[in-house]
């Protein structure tokens, strides 16, 4: 308990709500870049995904008193971040997965791994452009999935704090946008990744 009563994230928070100058200044920057892979990823709209990361940072703000310290504060605020997003693909209504009957993908993704590594993909530069391109034609849950889990290095655990998502369920996604894009690449290509 210690441990909570004296970290960074308890700090900042305290710092914060007591108005500090320059405190809520510093959240933003520390976590700008997961509000922004988290929504951009989500609505594909650099100017809606400006509004909607203004608008995540507005409700910390007044949530911010809310926080409990029952996960880390990066996970909070991605939470925010992913329930905006979120709204406003509701409202636009625009489809968050496709529609697919791959109910057995279950039992295939106990181990994600499937021997495609997105680092060696994006070794090359031409390959790196048609990963980046196939990443794009993704749904948007699964491009979130992907960004938060190899580009913000978040785990499984905190992931499905973030997004309220059972970890079979994201594991799932995952495995399934690998094997996606591993079938972009190849054709694309015409080589076997």
């Known amino acids: 308990m210690d441990e909570i009563h004296n970290s960074p994230d308890r700090e900042l928070v305290d710092a914060v709500l007591a108005n500090r100058p320059g405190a809520f200044e510093r959240l933003i920057r520390e ?5 922004w892979h988290i929504i951009y990823r989500m609505v594909r709209q650099p100017e809606d995904a400006r509004d909607l ?3 995540t940072f507005l409700r910390i703000h007044q949530c911010l008193h ?3 310290y029952e996960s880390a504060l990066k996970s909070w605020i991605g939470r925010v971040a992913y329930t905006i997003a979120l709204r406003h693909l509701q409202h636009k209504r625009i489809a968050l997965v496709e529609n697919t009957d791959d109910s057995d993908d279950y039992a295939l993704v106990e181990n994600i791994s499937d021997g495609f590594d997105l680092e060696v993909a994006c070794a090359d530069e031409e390959t790196a452009q048609h990963l980046h391109a196939a990443i794009e034609a993704l749904p948007p849950l699964q491009r979130t999935l992907l960004t938060l889990y190899y580009l913000e290095e978040t785990t499984i655990p905190e992931i499905a704090r973030i997004t309220g998502l059972a970890c079979g369920t994201i594991k799932s996604h995952l495995f399934r946008s690998r094997l996606r894009l591993r079938g972009a690449l190849e054709n694309r290509t015409g080589v076997a990744v």
């Open 53 to 55: 990361c203004q608008d």
């Open 31 to 35: 976590y700008q870049g997961l509000c």
């Open 66 to 68: 809310q926080y409990r």
